[in-house]
């Protein structure tokens, strides 16, 4: 193969980027400034907007996490389709402090005790139990606490925090280190014993952020869960950037068809295997049927939340699964554009499953009868309407504003291709079969 | 660590070699695997080997015989553990069935080329370990003149299996993937089956080979179709490799049991399949490469590769042994707490740290690059590995089962003579088959190995310089 010489101006964001930044902040300050009237306006203690906030945050930090994956998979594999776009996901990665930083809001729940008798908690009903199952979830004091679960957060951050550094890092390094491999060597390295820690935190956070929001509920499958999103959001995202800035004569000639194809391909595979998660979970639960278990997907099939449930099974598995299965759709950036926004979008739909529903289930349960009992049934408030309006939208919509201002001034302070990696050749010069 | 300097393992990492030592063409590939098959006589080990083999065949078929005659009471069998080794025996053989697809389809797709030098090998294993997989069910039902009516057969009866049943998505889940597996196997032997019999130089030979290559002529054509075919069937057998095992895994996690119904079962069984799979054909591919000259084709590098996936499927593998044991106490749920604490610290302790010394501890070695290019390391590892798959699933079925709801029933599940018989006798049908198909068939993919050798890149020959 030739020695490539690429053109610098091709992998240098310049003007695009600062006025990325400039328009995102403003639109993402704009919206949370709506946001937070919103929220006020509500008159419920902030409770509606903390639910949102929740949702806006794990999906910034979803396509955060998605990011640390993508790198460190690329690294412990060898790969070399990928090595135009790593660093892409590398200046992804490089958001954690921002991602920290938008996750302080959320300490307002965490500490203050507003609604702890009705709720047991403006968020997270373990901070203050109460009501059927309080001492079941006393009995998990020792982990769900404040202050194991601000240290944990802490630690997760710090671990996040540090692999983004040192990859970020080490990527640079490679950049103007010549004929040298040693930082692309060391790359190699450290992936894989990062990987875990990486699935560790991971998982944990799920347990933390998402699944705690119904302390009484558990699912070991659920950290898998979270992470097959994480990962749909980081290929999407990566397409979309792509796009974005192939559309400003950017990384034009580095990155083609074929490597669209194949973030098209883990796309459909994590779609693929997002839906055998959430089977997996779902079968065994309703199989088993066991009340402690069942209530968790109670909720989500009763008023208002039933048809929640079968648009996430249409719109976010069927849809796109027979969406995304063509060659030509993966192949071409126009369609491909189209299912990353989707997926995206699918993905919030996701996380607004997982969270919302918490926020209208009744505080003590409903008291029906069910074969001629009276039960009381974890479900939500009789006669709630569904919590879809602008908070809905415009929180999620301003935290990824800011987060994509964010990568934007990364992005600025550097080439946005890893332009000395040792695999880059072949990186260019790959097709598929 | 940028300090260090680079060994050229390292820059082999970054720049690979090829992937067949000593750069043979392609006559000297067809000679050294075809070759094999016309050798008048294999090594001596084969036929110790094959003695070995028809003997623990010969057990089998003494103890399935006699089960048939006298039932289903002289296994270990009893109540509370319904469920006791054929079980066990049958989880284990179709995890071993997991790595031929994974390597042939899911490698595929992958674009990693070293898979060429050992899907062969790995599919042919993956279809014997499911013949004995399938052999323990079958033999489970008691009456096996009745296994029949496993399958939605219309009758005059108008008996129908238990749609909800998992254990009839077994039969499906595991047909189709014997099915599948079995045409991906045979299909891209067809180009090599058809090279041995232009090479044939019997009648006999050039008949029985003529027959199965089904007329190839290699025609470009003939490729064309082909090449279209491993592709479909790939992407058709990924999702296979995920659903065989889940389902399986679906047969525990469906029930109520305490230990068994947790939601992670699916990818964790999976994970758990090919790192057992993976484990088997380590264990299978050091003596064959040996044996019959194969080393430079199936080099020290496919074998590193094997033990890198067979270090991540572990570690998998430990994350729901951690998340399982974290759920327990987390669920607040007194039962579930105590299958796990009896798990670890109960009758069957012995059992339980067996399997998660196997399984997590001992491949922790292969962090290490010396050791796990090394064959007096790998070994003892790869067969320890086996062994602690094995246990798996014996923890999983017999500590939930012996200590159930009603503790008035507990007690501890002794095998008898017969199940470990039986359960030695499998490996006599594994091995069986497994001789003969390496005696009589091409157990590397030659065309498919040929297709990585440099030659075959118009760029030529030397590794790509000043990258």
Redesign the interface.
């Given at each position: 193969?030739e020695?490539h010489t690429i053109d610098p101006a091709t992998y240098t964001l310049g003007e695009h980027g600062a006025r990325l930044k400039r328009n995102a902040t403003s639109v993402g300050v704009l919206a949370l400034a709506i946001s937070a009237y919103l929220g006020f306006a509500e008159g419920d203690a902030w409770r509606h907007f903390f639910h949102d906030y929740l949702l806006g945050y794990t999906f910034v930090l979803s396509i955060a996490l998605g990011s640390v994956f993508f790198v460190l998979i690329q690294h412990i594999?060898?790969s070399f389709?990928s090595t135009t776009v790593r660093r892409v996901a590398e200046t992804v990665m490089a958001q954690f402090p921002l991602v920290m930083l938008m996750g302080l809001p959320l300490l307002y729940p965490l500490l203050s005790h507003v609604g702890q008798d009705e709720f047991g908690g403006l968020l997270w009903p373990w901070l203050h139990p109460h009501g059927a199952h309080a001492s079941?979830?006393e009995?998990?004091h020792a982990?769900l606490n404040v202050s194991f679960f601000l240290i944990r957060q802490v630690f997760y951050f710090g671990v996040w925090i540090l692999m983004a550094r040192y990859f970020n890092k080490k990527s640079v390094e490679q950049d103007n280190s010549g004929d040298d491999?040693?930082?692309?060597?060391?790359m190699?390295?450290v992936a894989?014993p990062s990987m875990?820690l990486f699935?560790?935190t991971l998982?944990a956070a799920s347990?933390d952020l998402l699944m705690s929001l119904d302390p009484?509920w558990?699912?070991?499958?659920?950290?898998?869960y979270y992470f097959s999103g994480c990962v749909i959001a980081i290929f999407a995202f990566l397409a979309i950037t792509m796009d974005w800035l192939q559309d400003r004569n950017l990384m034009v000639g580095v990155f083609n068809q074929e490597h669209y194809h194949d973030l098209g391909?883990f796309l459909f595979a994590f779609v693929?295997f997002w839906g055998?998660?959430a089977f997996?979970?779902f079968?065994?639960?309703w199989?088993?049927d066991?009340p402690?278990e069942t209530g968790w997907y109670l909720l989500r099939q009763s008023d208002p939340w039933t048809n929640v449930s079968w648009a996430l099974l249409i719109l976010t598995f069927v849809i796109p699964f027979l969406g995304l299965l063509s060659r030509h759709v993966k192949r071409s950036r126009k369609t491909l554009k189209f299912w990353a926004w989707y997926m995206l979008v699918a993905h919030l739909f996701d996380l607004y499953y997982l969270i919302l529903p918490q926020f209208t289930k009744a505080a003590n349960g409903v008291d029906i009868m069910v074969d001629g009992k009276m039960q009381n049934i974890p479900i939500a408030e009789p006669g709630t309407s569904l919590p879809l309006g602008a908070m809905e939208v415009l929180i999620p919509v301003g935290l990824f504003c800011l987060f994509v201002a964010g990568v934007a001034s990364t992005a600025g302070k550097r080439p946005l291709l890893a332009k000395n990696d040792?695999?880059?050749?072949?990186c260019l010069g790959f097709h598929n079969? | 660590?940028?300090k260090?300097e680079?060994t050229q393992l390292?820059?082999e990492?970054?720049?690979?070699a090829n992937l067949i030592e000593g750069d043979p063409s392609f006559t000297q590939v067809t000679q050294e695997v075809a070759g094999i098959t016309e050798w008048p006589k294999p090594p001596r080990a084969w036929y110790i080997a094959f003695a070995i083999a028809l003997t623990l065949l010969g057990i089998l078929g003494a103890c399935l015989t006699y089960l048939v005659v006298t039932g289903v009471g002289v296994w270990g069998n009893n109540q509370p553990v319904a469920w006791g080794w054929p079980i066990v025996n049958f989880v284990f053989w179709v995890g071993i069935g997991h790595a031929g697809t994974l390597i042939s389809a899911v490698l595929f797709?992958?674009?990693q080329d070293w898979r060429t030098s050992i899907n062969r090998f790995a599919e042919a294993m993956t279809i014997f370990a499911v013949a004995c997989a399938g052999l323990f069910p079958a033999v489970h039902v008691g009456r096996i003149w009745f296994a029949y009516w496993l399958f939605p057969i219309p009758n005059q009866m108008s008996m129908w299996p238990n749609f909800r049943s998992p254990l009839l998505w077994d039969v499906f889940a595991v047909s189709t993937y014997a099915t599948v597996s079995l045409l991906f196997w045979y299909m891209g032997m067809i180009p090599d089956l058809a090279t041995i019999r232009d090479r044939a130089n019997t009648k006999i030979r050039r008949m029985a080979y003529g027959v199965f290559s089904l007329g190839w002529s290699g025609s470009n054509r003939h490729w064309h179709r082909y090449?279209r075919a491993y592709?479909l069937l790939a992407a058709l057998a990924t999702?296979l490799v995920?659903s065989v095992h889940?389902v399986v895994s679906?047969d525990f996690?469906?029930?109520?049991t305490p230990g068994w119904?947790?939601?992670?079962?699916?990818?964790y069984f999976v994970a758990g399949a090919v790192f057992s799979g993976f484990a088997m054909v380590v264990t299978l591919m050091v003596p064959a490469r040996q044996f019959f000259g194969l080393k430079h084709i199936v080099t020290m590098r496919h074998l590193e590769n094997m033990n890198k996936v067979i270090l991540t499927t572990g570690?998998i593998v430990g994350?729901?042994y951690m998340?399982?044991f974290f759920?327990a106490w987390?669920?607040?749920?007194q039962y579930e707490a105590f299958a796990f604490v009896n798990r670890a610290f109960g009758p069957y302790a012995w059992a339980y740290w067996t399997m998660v010394s196997c399984n997590v501890l001992f491949p922790q070695l292969f962090?290490f690059r010396k050791l796990r290019r090394n064959l007096w390391v790998m070994y003892p590892i790869v067969l320890l590995v086996n062994v602690g798959m094995w246990f798996e699933r014996f923890v999983i079925t017999v500590t939930s089962l012996s200590r159930d709801f009603v503790p008035s029933s507990w007690q501890y599940f002794k095998p008898t003579a017969i199940d470990m018989l039986t359960f030695l006798g499998s490996f006599g049908l594994f091995a069986t088959l497994f001789l003969l198909f390496v005696r009589f068939l091409p157990m590397i993919a030659v065309a498919e190995v040929k297709t990585v050798l440099p030659t075959a890149h118009a760029?030529g020959h030397k590794k790509?310089e000043?990258?």
């Open positions: 193969m020695n594999t060898g389709w079941l979830i009995g998990k982990f491999v040693r930082p692309t060597f060391a190699r390295k894989a875990i699935a560790i998982t347990f009484a558990f699912s070991t499958i659920f950290g898998v391909k693929f055998y998660i997996s979970q079968m065994l639960l199989y088993a066991i402690e040792p695999l880059l050749p072949k079969i | 660590m940028a260090a680079l390292d820059v990492a970054i720049y690979p797709l992958f674009r090449e592709l999702p995920l889940s679906f996690a469906v029930a109520q119904h947790t939601t992670i079962f699916p990818p570690m994350y729901a998340t399982e759920m987390y669920s607040g749920n962090w760029h790509e000043g990258e």
